[in-house]
């Protein structure tokens, strides 16, 4: 019983809700502002506000179901068959680059359900657009069909020229019947025929809308995915090279002779000058100035260092044998005179 009553509440509201979505509809697609403007997108918000509560009561009241024709629907309840493709049109609208790929597929799910909805209950001949249920059987022949379809683009060029032509008829139509019907002398048929004829003008608009949304949506996935590859790419590239490092014994090392391999440096500049300032073996203009003394002093001093070398290894010799002397002969070893 509450229920009932609640229906009844709800029903004087339905068709002041359409009307006004019908005519913030009409707004926004006869403004000359533009699309973002302030003004326009609150009227596309408000509208979708209100579609969206339409649609709400049309499920609560129940006025359309699946056991019914299309004869069955009430004249002046066919206009609400037009609430999903009202929100395709208002979606289609907003302004947010951040969401313009959700706002077009959110639009397509709208058209589509608007179109499934015509298309079950006789409005007009046409043929469904693809659904994800639907793309794959369709992308399997679309190899074999491809020359068929090539083929067939003189034809669509003809329907879609046919399809205007019924375009212009339908509106002309449509405002011979609308002062009749705002007015409220139109009779049943009158009324039943410009509704049906404002259902079949929304089948034209979703097709086309339909259409035009898959091949922006097809754009905007090959950009996104060609941005997302190339910014990958250039993140790789723009990577700053590594900084080569040296490996050495020690800082100081590293910052006097850097690398420090393959071989290290064993005199510096000034040790070498004055060693060889020392043997007189300096360069004149290019010329070295070797004389046999010069030769012979540094020939002995080549055999001292040879002999020094030799020296410290006779000498370590005898260390190395003195201590393995005294590891087999304890202290003491050999004065035993003077024991008892």
């Not at 790929?101 to 043929?127: G, I, M, P, S």
């Not at 069909?145 to 019924?166: D, G, N």
Request: glycine residues 4%; aromatic residues 8%; proline residues 4%.
């Amino acid at each position: 019983m509450a229920a009932a009553e609640e229906d009844k509440l709800l029903l004087p509201r339905l068709p002041e809700l359409f009307e006004t979505c019908r005519q913030l509809l009409e707004e926004v697609e006869a403004a000359s502002e533009p699309t973002g403007s302030r003004i326009i997108q609150e009227k596309v918000l408000k509208g979708l506000d209100l579609l969206r509560k339409a649609a709400d009561m049309l499920s609560q009241l129940g006025l359309f179901s699946r056991n019914e024709d299309l004869e069955e629907i009430a004249s002046t309840d066919l206009k609400y068959l037009m609430v999903p493709a009202f929100q395709g049109a208002l979606a289609m609208k907003q302004v947010n680059l951040s969401k313009h790929l959700d706002h077009l597929q959110w639009a397509r799910e709208h058209f589509l359900n608007y179109l499934t909805q015509c298309q079950y209950y006789h409005v007009a001949e046409f043929e469904l657009p693809q659904t994800k249920n639907n793309s794959a059987e369709n992308n399997t022949v679309s190899s074999s069909m491809a020359y068929s379809s090539l083929v067939a683009i003189p034809s669509q060029r003809q329907a879609k020229i046919e399809r205007y032509k019924q375009k212009k008829e339908m509106e002309h139509r449509l405002s011979a019947l609308k002062s009749a019907v705002d007015s409220g002398q139109a009779g049943d048929e009158c009324v039943r025929e410009y509704y049906l004829l404002h259902l079949q003008r929304w089948i034209g608009i979703s097709l086309e809308e339909t259409e035009s949304i898959d091949k922006e949506v097809k754009i905007l996935r090959e950009k996104y995915s060609s941005t997302e590859a190339s910014t990958s790419h250039s993140s790789l590239q723009d990577r700053p090279p590594m900084k080569p490092f040296i490996l050495t014994r020690n800082v100081a090392q590293a910052k006097v002779f850097g690398a420090g391999y393959p071989s290290l440096a064993s005199m510096t500049v000034n040790d070498w000058y004055d060693r060889h300032q020392k043997f007189g073996a300096l360069p004149d203009q290019g010329i070295a100035n070797m004389t046999s003394e010069v030769k012979r002093a540094a020939q002995q001093h080549d055999d001292q260092e040879q002999k020094e070398e030799e020296d410290d290894e006779q000498t370590l010799r005898q260390a190395w044998e003195w201590d393995d002397w005294k590891d087999t002969h304890p202290r003491g070893y050999g004065n035993q005179q003077n024991m008892g």
